[in-house]
């Protein structure tokens, strides 16, 4: 047969084999400045080609760069962090540069290669580049939290928590004039902790040790 999935196949055997982990990646991406020590797809893809990550706000950036070599322009002029195979930095933007050495080495767009060599194959039928200038059915929507969704530990009127064993409990104490009250409830087992006195400001802790008892 010609054609379909065998041609793909041997196209994506003659990119891997055209890709030489251990060359420098100018070899690829010619563009690249030289940086005074050699730079390897190896070293790229295990952090520990001193590439820097974000900074400031660039995690945030929605520029839309229009070729995979384009968006190499944010750090590709920046000096390394640390001399290549030295420490190991995790960088977004040393991937961005893998998927440029990738293009040089099949010949192919980046993201065409990995839908028909990668995502196709797999089955990945809703598995798509991510572009911001398109509308993409059942995209997932995202947020960014800020200080109003901070993690208070309170519920809706209850306290709540996760104790030694992993069961969720929600509990609640307080006092006035003439008498404290804690009630608490495990609310994988069951179990109900509540401790009444007729006597103002009493501690709460008690309450903790008897939860506690039953954390063994």
């Not at 798509?128 to 993409?136: G, M």
């Not at 992993?166 to 409830?185: C, E, I, K, P, Y």
């Amino acid at each position: 047969m010609v054609g379909g999935v065998r041609v793909r196949g041997r196209r994506a055997q003659e990119a891997r084999d055209a890709l030489d982990l251990d060359a420098p990646v100018q070899r690829y991406v010619p563009s690249l400045p030289d940086k005074g020590h050699p730079i390897t797809t190896r070293l790229l893809a295990g952090h520990l080609a001193g590439i820097r990550h974000y900074k400031d706000r660039e995690f945030f950036l929605n520029r839309r760069f229009a070729t995979v070599l384009d968006g190499l322009t944010i750090f590709q002029d920046d000096s390394l962090l640390v001399p290549p195979g030295t420490r190991f930095s995790y960088s977004s933007y040393a991937w961005n540069l893998v998927s440029a050495v990738v293009e040089g080495a099949s010949g192919d767009d980046f993201l065409q290669y990995m839908s028909a060599h990668v995502f196709r194959p797999l089955g990945l039928t809703h598995t798509a580049p991510d572009r911001s200038d398109s509308l993409i059915p059942g995209r997932t929507q995202f947020y960014d939290r800020d200080s109003a969704g901070e993690e208070t530990g309170y519920g809706i009127g209850w306290f709540l928590r996760t104790d030694s064993l992993g069961h969720r409990w929600a509990f609640h104490g307080g006092g006035s004039v003439g008498g404290t009250a804690v009630f608490g409830l495990d609310r994988d087992s069951g179990l109900v902790v509540a401790i009444l006195t007729n006597l103002s400001d009493a501690p709460l802790h008690p309450a903790r040790e008897i939860q506690a008892a039953f954390d063994r």
